[in-house]
């Protein structure tokens, strides 16, 4: 009897007890409005049933995101029941599930309770899943010396590490690397990891890491090797259950075949990552997507489809924090514009994007986008503006050649060609005789050789190309930003510093022109018809200048002058010799255009230097000052001091 009564007592306050923990994890659940209901009663929800579920979503049979009411309650449940084994289990799983809900407050709080758990530690693979969530956190933060130390920590941990605990660390420093956009590092423990991974079957890990290198060729410029890595990471990715990790390597292998030109076969995977980001309200993953698929729009030329689909990614993106998305959709806007020739409305969107540009993860999105807003720039005229996107775009793409370096990410890639090789030779000593595994062993150490060289010399030709590239490249855009696009002349910071260099060598006479009444040209026939007297003018001043003369473009109908004379006689001369040419090609213009009723004549004002007087500037000053004066005097004439 006293023993029955023992158990009644002991079943009645194990209900009670359930009970109130039900009634809390109601509570919380209504509280927080969660859009799951559990499929688990909390009678079944004893240390067996939360065992199993904790297991299989580690091991990927479960999703995180479809199963995020089951792990929360496992969590909750562990906790109070003091399941300590299986609670941390719980509360790193519960760390990525935040991550991937996108609550980054409640991660970070999440992280400061358990990280500071002593016991934890002891658990080395828990406690290094939850640095995982913590590095990945704080790669997104604004200061980045709280990841990198925190990078630091998990390299110096590798080498005392199970192969397990590798893979997670790998993992995590693969994210991070992404995110500072150091892509050799993130190529070199994406395949160490890969390896690993491989080893111990675990195909969650196998699909990121495929991932993680598909995307570092294609971003490095290596498309095919990009897309045969894409198509391993869902291949490996497909054998899980984790549709966050597959439908993240659906959306890199749609990018990667639209590389390829394969639209088709690239909507087809975008939509089915699209498909599971929308079921588990993930706008991190929709924002990627609907981003490729409003790309895919936009080359098959549905503009107005394709418009409307990025302006609603633009504020999805935003709000989810994933600013390249953003960024990249705003481009997209602008280049739709420029395609409906709206180039106001382009150049618009594209200063926004200016403004913004820093939050660019990666130095070569900043590049590709200014080297189109050069080009904005450049076809609207705007030439300072162009001028200072160039250097900007010079400049990212030296810090992405810096991270990308063919030479080392190649060097890298016929380093695991030759270990995948060197896989093979292994695999064949299982499969025949030692005799004919050596014959083989010494063939395969010759192609290794010969693939080695050959690749070692193709980097340094390849190498000396790129730097030679580079170079002209450079020097090609200089001359352009110097060069005024209408006639072919110095611009006016290409004419400045010639005249500068000049006068630091010699005295010379610096003479400012301005074409007569030229206001009036382009009111009354247009701005044509008025480009048509400016090119007339920039054809007689080179037929007519010594080959030590220089002029170029000021402004408008502005121009500069740098005489190698400080001769009164010589630059009436020059003056007169120069009113002649421009006439006789104004007859030619006017011949061409009936319409033009009078030629265009010219006023100068020009200013000697002398020793003691070389600053260009004051020169400059005294010459607009001598022009201003012919104008008053009645135009179409010189005057000189």
Known sequence: MINRSKHGFVTLFQYVKYSILLSFLLFNTLSNADPFTPDLTLNAMDYKTTQSLISDIRANKLDYLKNATQLKLAFETSKIQNWNTLHYQAAALYAELLFREEKYDELHTHLNNYLEIEILKQQTDVYLSLLEAKLKYLSRQEDGIPAQNLSKQLEERLSNSTNNEKIIILRALAYYYTSIDALKRTLNVSHIGLDLAIKGNDFSSQGFFY????????????????????????????????????????????????????????????TKALAYFTSVNMHAGMAYAQYSIATILFSQKKYDEAIISAKNNISLAKSAGVFDMQLASMILVSDIFVEKNQLQQANNMSDEVFAILDKFSRS?????????????????????????????????????????????IKTLQVKFEVKEKEDEIIKLAHENKISELK??????????????????????ILSLFLCYRQLQQRKKYHVMASTDYLTHSPNRRGIMLMAQTRLNEQDVTIAIVDLDHFKKINDTYGHDIGDLFLIAFAKAAKKILREDDKFGRYGGEEWL????????????????????????????????????????????????????SN???????QADDLLYRAKNNGRNQLIIE
Request: aromatic fraction near 12%; hydrophobic fraction near 35%; charge should be negative.
């Open 439 to 460: 014959t083989k062993e010494e063939h395969q150490q010759k192609i290794i050789w010969r693939l080695t060289t050959a690749l070692a010399l193709i980097l340094v």
């Open 211 to 270: 991932r993680k290198i598909g995307d570092a060729y294609s971003v490095s410029g290596d498309i095919d090797k990009g897309l045969e890595f894409a198509y391993k990471a869902v291949s490996a990715s497909e054998k899980t259950q984790d549709g966050h990790f597959t439908s993240k390597a659906y959306w890199s292998l749609g990018n990667a075949l639209l590389g390829r030109d394969k639209d088709q076969e690239a909507l087809e995977y975008i």
């Open 561 to 612: 002058f740098i005489l190698n004379t400080t001769s009164k006689s010589t630059i009436k001369d020059i003056y007169k010799r120069l009113a002649e040419c421009f006439l006789n090609y104004c007859i030619d213009v006017r011949a061409e255009n009936p319409q033009v009723e009078w030629s265009v004549t010219f006023s100068m004002g020009a200013a000697i230097s002398h020793s003691g």
């Open 364 to 408: 070569l999105y900043k590049a590709e986008f200014l080297t189109k807003h050069y080009q904005l720039k450049k076809r609207l005229g705007y030439t300072d503006e162009a001028f200072d996107a160039i250097e900007q775009e010079l400049f990212h793409y030296k810090k992405h050649f810096e991270a990308t370096s063919a030479n080392n």
């Open 615 to 621: 600053d260009l500037d004051n020169l400059i000053k």
